[in-house]
């Protein structure tokens, strides 16, 4: 397994292009509403990145068509934005943005809300933000990879969900996707030890039914649940520090360096 260990001027680049994700989807937020195609939004969040020097990586990334990833309810991840997907009230979605400044990449995503939408959905949505919470706080030097999965699914199967393991956080910095996996259900003290100097993302895919996925055959992209029900998603790149962590795309000052 060839992990990346970055230096000081790499974590740097990968600071400054993750800052840049994260602004992203302040930004994006006002234009989330009742009656706007997803087309639209993936129109603005390409201006806003190529206005600030940067660029989408999932733009043509293995043919993916479009400057960000936008899953709507039962869609898991991978949705592409399209002018005849329009949001209705109640509609939840996940925005996924991935930069690429001076060479380096930064990834995240969240959870958007259209309106009033139902008490499933909402509880739905705060409890893969908490298993996002619960991941970050797992990460420190030596310990487990595998307890940020641990820490995940023990409390989204808690919380009546189930996590999608099809799917998994991933190194990132140097590349769109490196070594290691970072996998959202694992067994305790499983996997390798963390170290100083990585950086990867945590993003549970945390579902209402079924944890299994399947992918659309018409565009070979969108990955649904089997059973129609919703699905939630947050993501953060993370630094492994000396003593604990960094949420690199955290822009509102959600975490203190740890």
């Not at 960000?68 to 109640?90: F, M, Q, T, W, Y």
């Amino acid at each position: 397994m060839n992990i990346v260990i970055k230096n000081k001027e790499q974590i740097e680049g990968i600071r400054k292009s993750s800052k840049l994700a994260g602004e992203v989807l302040v930004y994006i937020e006002d234009f989330v509403k009742e009656g706007v195609s997803t087309y639209y939004l993936d129109q603005l969040i390409h201006n806003y990145i190529i206005g600030h020097k940067a660029i989408p990586a999932t733009m043509n990334y293995n043919g993916f068509p479009k400057s960000c990833c936008i899953s709507l309810n039962d869609v898991i991840c991978h949705g592409i934005p399209a002018e005849d997907v329009i949001l209705k009230n109640g509609d939840i979605l996940n925005i996924d943005i991935t930069t690429i400044l001076n060479g380096y990449f930064g990834d995240t995503s969240k959870m958007f809300i259209v309106g009033q939408t139902t008490e499933t959905a909402l509880k739905l949505v705060n409890a893969t933000k908490h298993c996002l919470n619960l991941g970050i706080q797992q990460v420190r030097p030596g310990n487990y990879l595998g307890n940020i999965g641990y820490a995940i699914s023990r409390y989204a199967i808690a919380q009546g969900f189930t996590v999608v393991y099809e799917y998994c956080g991933h190194g990132v910095g140097i590349e769109f996707h490196e070594e290691p996996q970072v996998d959202h259900a694992a067994r305790k003290n499983s996997g390798l030890k963390m170290k100083p100097g990585m950086i990867f993302t945590i993003e549970p895919m945390i579902n209402e039914g079924k944890p299994r996925v399947r992918v659309d055959e018409s565009d070979g992209w969108t990955a649904r649940t089997v059973d129609n029900k919703l699905s939630a998603q947050f993501e953060h790149t993370i630094l492994v520090t000396e003593t604990g962590y960094e949420v690199l795309t955290d822009v509102v000052s959600e975490y203190e360096i740890s």
